[in-house]
């Protein structure tokens, strides 16, 4: 079935520098979705991409769907210590409404 | 309530217990989703639900688990003869309508599961 793959798996970044964690898919996905987790917390919807070609920004974050809809990404600019955390992809397969990646762990220093 | 809630939050049984996780979903939400996270993992999708019809269980891992929603509002998980593989934390989501992974998955704290 369709896998999702996430890289890097971890990110130690200055606070002040951006970030960009990186989503692709082995089959086209109808849509993508991006949660963040915080340790010891639950994933949180953040945001759902569904046209070829999409991106949508939320304040310092910048999402964007590839135009063949296998790949993903989001771009933090300026990072900030409430950034920390886990960012998951996840999109459907087959009979399967979510599948998530593996996540990017961000670390942010201070 | 105002969000999905789980209980118990921890639990800590034997290996070859039986034990139950609880899932309330958000008033009225029509679709209910079980993951299975391990530490440093993603979600791995278990089951899901709508309404009360358990129409995807290709994620169990064994016979051992089983999942239920009879009302189609709470739902339970099930694991029978605990093993220690079976550690985790056990998540449940729940979306307002049905349908396909087109629409954001509202989590609960899920349970963190200790088999010793």
């Known amino acids: 079935g369709q896998q999702v793959m996430q890289i890097p798996q971890y990110q130690h970044v200055q606070e002040g520098e951006d970030f960009t964690t990186y989503c692709n898919s082995s089959?086209?996905?109808?849509?993508i979705q991006w949660y963040k987790q915080r340790p010891g917390g639950h994933p949180v919807f953040l945001i759902q991409l569904v046209k070829s070609g999409e991106v949508k920004k939320q304040k310092r974050l910048t999402f964007q769907f590839g135009e063949a809809k296998k790949n993903s990404s989001l771009h933090i600019t300026a990072t900030q210590t409430t950034d920390v955390g886990t960012y998951f992809c996840?999109?459907?397969?087959?009979?399967?409404?979510?599948?998530f990646g593996k996540g990017t762990r961000l670390s942010v220093i201070a | 309530g105002a969000g999905v809630s789980q209980s118990p939050r921890y639990k800590v049984a034997k290996r070859g217990q039986d034990v139950a996780l609880r899932c309330d979903p958000i008033s009225g939400h029509v679709s209910l989703f079980w993951y299975q996270q391990a530490l440093g993992q993603g979600p791995e999708f278990l089951t899901y639900f709508q309404n009360e019809a358990q129409l995807d269980k290709s994620g169990l891992p064994s016979d051992r688990f089983f999942a239920e929603r009879p009302e189609g509002s709470v739902s339970t998980l099930k694991i029978q003869r605990t093993q220690q593989e079976d550690s985790a934390v056990y998540l449940c989501a729940s979306t307002i309508l049905g349908g396909m992974g087109n629409q954001p998955q509202h989590f609960g704290d899920g349970t963190r599961l200790s088999i010793l």
């Open positions: 089959t086209t996905l109808s849509n």
């Open positions: 996840a999109g459907p397969s087959g009979n399967t409404p979510l599948v």
